[in-house]
């Protein structure tokens, strides 16, 4: 087989962004994330590594980042809790592995990976998959470190939610201040082709703002929350996950790289479906296994970078005001 050229492309979510689009420092947190995590899972291929260990890397690192609905930080439910979603696949074998409202480890898409890897099952949920996390020699945290201020500001802006929860927090860390413009809301997701051809994505999300305790997003259904295979190449969704799950967004955009689309044309023609067939809002990420890119989203915004060179490229798309840097 010929060697590939390795490429990796992560995103930060797809939302509003009126963080970004009115606080500077928001967004550098992002830009610098979305970068820190594309560096991460180049290393990765650059050192040899599977397209799988590379998008692992990137979603670990955003799922370590508050900043970002993934891990530490993430929406929390109505009742204040983390709940959260991911899944992994590997583009060779179409081998696929997910976890479903887990509330207690910091590192769902490293969960997703080991149910792949180490049973015969695709998906696991909630407190059955954090006790097969202890199984297997994954470390469980307390669920209130995955909490942070920001995320219950969040909360606390909606109607429904029990007040006394911020107080709490706020008796808890008496010297957070906070603020309040910060709804970008979304997943964190990567694709990664190795050198050796094969496709991967991973996608990681805390869900969606003061949703119903038990509800599941479309991040970790295989077909929705993303997709890969080697014989057309890996996409990984953000947005609103219910109208994703209608439509298997993330599958459609590979049947049309398989009906000869290029990446970017799959990508914006699958988003189009999204929002006619459904009125759902949300972004993506492609990769084939030739190396093409495609970005699009059709949300307020959607933070991405990706490295295809020794050079990476980042930006955050917000309505007119795109960025790109090189
Ligand atoms: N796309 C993330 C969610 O709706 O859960």
């Not at 887990?102 to 099952?121: C, D, G, I, Y």
């Amino acid at each position: 087989m010929t060697e590939r050229r390795p490429v990796l492309v992560v995103h930060g979510g797809a939302g509003t962004h009126a963080a970004i689009a009115g606080c500077p420092e928001a967004r550098k947190a992002v830009e610098e994330g979305v970068v820190q995590a594309a560096r991460r899972g180049y290393d990765e291929l650059r050192k040899g590594g599977s397209s799988l260990d590379a998008v692992e890397a990137a979603v670990m690192s955003l799922e370590d980042n508050a900043t970002f609905n993934a891990g530490h930080g993430s929406c929390l439910t109505l009742e204040g809790a983390v709940e959260m979603d991911a899944s992994i696949m590997d583009g060779h074998s179409l081998d696929a592995g997910s976890v479903v409202c887990v509330s207690n480890v910091a590192n769902p898409v490293h969960l997703a990976r080991a149910v792949m890897e180490q049973t015969k099952h695709v998906s696991l949920i909630s407190d059955r998959a954090s006790a097969f996390a202890e199984h297997v020699g994954i470390g469980t945290v307390n669920p209130s470190t995955l909490i942070t201020e920001k995320s219950l500001r969040r909360l606390h802006s909606q109607p429904q939610f029990q007040a006394s929860r911020l107080d709490d927090f706020y008796k808890q860390n008496p010297g957070s201040t906070g603020t309040a413009k910060d709804d970008n809301h979304g997943t964190v997701g990567a694709v990664a082709l190795d050198s050796h051809g094969n496709v991967a994505y991973a996608t990681s999300t805390g869900g969606i703002n003061a949703k119903m305790p038990g509800r599941m997003g479309d991040s970790p259904i295989i077909g929705s929350g993303g997709y890969a295979d080697n014989r057309c190449g890996c996409v990984s969704t953000t947005g609103d996950g219910e109208a994703l799950m209608k439509t298997c967004l993330a599958r459609q955009i590979t049947f049309l790289m398989e009906q000869g689309r290029s990446a970017q044309q799959a990508v914006e023609e699958g988003l189009s479906y999204l929002q006619d067939r459904v009125g759902g809002s949300g972004g993506a990420i492609v990769l084939t296994p030739q190396g093409d890119i495609g970005i699009s989203f059709v949300s307020k915004g959607m933070s991405w970078a990706y490295v295809n060179s020794p050079q990476i490229h980042y930006g955050i798309y917000h309505g007119e005001d795109n960025t790109e840097a090189v």
